[in-house]
């Protein structure tokens, strides 16, 4: 039997992380994100009249007084809890999809879209270790380390990264010591052209540690 329970005693403690399960949230939610996902791009890249912007605000508003009531705290709200939506349900990730997730290491699809733009229609710079850092968490959990940190996260842009394209993100542990687990990713296109690359180091927390 393995499993960072296993190997990891006090894992509960570690972090004060919520014990995350997954949600059920209803097909409302999914609906929800990609109308949210498109409000993100237009919000961004709409060039309406002044009375078109004041209509919207409006909109907005109206959905905020609708949800503020329901604010939940972290790990209760499905956001980030729905593994079969693209981020798992999060606004906050681009929407992403898991293909493989073993303990040689996991690997993504992703579709970056205007939302994401930093000029000239490529990926911002600062999107791309978002993703990263995201994919070298996926990493520790596929392999069945403890919960752990980021420790430092290096990125190498090879390639404009270009928006409204499938692309695939890979990530696997290049090498293990005790606590510390050094980890790689890479960014590809479809032609497995090397968009960016990633390295980091993730620490497993301490009983205790925030």
Avoid: C
């Amino acid at each position: 039997m393995t499993g960072p329970r296993i190997e990891d005693p006090e894992y509960g403690r570690h972090g004060g992380f919520p014990d995350f399960k997954p949600a059920t949230p209803g097909p409302g939610f999914g609906r929800f994100l990609t109308a949210m996902r498109r409000a993100q791009d237009l919000a961004v890249s709409a060039d309406p009249d002044g009375a078109t912007w004041d209509r919207a605000a409006d909109l907005v508003e109206e959905l905020t007084a609708l949800l503020g009531p329901f604010e939940a705290a972290e790990g209760v709200g499905p956001a980030n809890r729905v593994p079969s939506l693209p981020g798992r349900g999060s606004l906050l990730m681009p929407p992403y999809r898991i293909t493989r997730f073993d303990p040689d290491g996991v690997e993504l699809t992703v579709q970056f879209s205007r939302y994401h733009v930093g000029g000239n229609r490529a990926v911002h710079g600062g999107v791309l270790p978002l993703m990263f850092d995201s994919t070298f968490g996926m990493v520790v959990h596929a392999t069945g380390r403890p919960i752990s940190r980021t420790a430092f996260l290096h990125v190498d842009y090879r390639r404009v990264t270009p928006i409204d394209t499938p692309l695939t993100i890979r990530g696997w542990v290049r090498e293990a010591q005790g606590r510390k687990a050094f980890i790689n990713a890479e960014l590809r296109d479809g032609e497995e052209n090397l968009l960016a690359e990633a390295n980091g180091l993730m620490i497993r927390l301490l009983p205790g540690q925030p």
